[in-house]
């Protein structure tokens, strides 16, 4: 298994554990920085990890820091206004950024140490319907196959 499959697979599950998401999916573009239109089904969940950066440790063991960015898309309301109908909703919305933070906070597995919180952003402004992205980072540590010479 590679390192981005464990870390999808971990987040994913803990996401579905949530009963909650309707779309858990990997980042593939699906949507720009400007146009979220394409999704079609509410709560949506997209986990994008960026790049890594590796650095040689010891003999067949590479280390790196990566950060991942899990996307958050819910339905839009009419009408968010302090006195509309919708506010309950609006809280709850802000109630399950909490929980997400919460569960995938700390989430570990054999190519990746604990994940931290770094950041969180909300996006609503630029997708034009509520939308939110917390980032993660985590140190990674996997074994790779090299050839070793022995130089006399």
């Known amino acids: 298994m590679s390192v981005r499959v464990e870390i999808f697979n971990e987040l994913s599950s803990r996401l579905d554990d949530m009963n909650f998401f309707q779309i858990i999916d990997i980042y593939k573009g699906q949507f720009s920085d400007e146009d ?3 999704i079609s ?6 986990v994008s990890i960026s790049r890594i ?4 440790m010891t003999v067949d063991f590479i280390e790196g ?10 339905r839009q309301f009419d009408n968010t206004d302090i ?12 109630n399950i950024m909490d929980e ?4 995938l906070h700390g989430a570990t597995g ?11 952003e909300d996006l609503s ?19 790779v196959e090299l050839d070793n010479y022995i130089l006399n």
């Open 36 to 38: 979220a239109n394409g």
């Open 41 to 46: 089904h509410f709560p949506a969940a997209y």
């Open 53 to 56: 950066d590796y650095e040689e």
């Open 65 to 74: 820091r990566a950060v991942i960015d899990v996307y958050v898309f819910f």
């Open 83 to 94: 006195l509309d109908k919708n506010k309950p909703s609006s809280i709850d919305i802000l």
């Open 100 to 103: 997400i933070v919460d569960e």
């Open 110 to 120: 054999n190519f990746f140490s604990e994940l931290s919180q770094t950041a969180e």
């Open 125 to 143: 402004f630029i997708y034009g319907k509520p939308a939110f992205k917390v980032s993660f980072s985590t140190e990674i540590r996997k074994r």
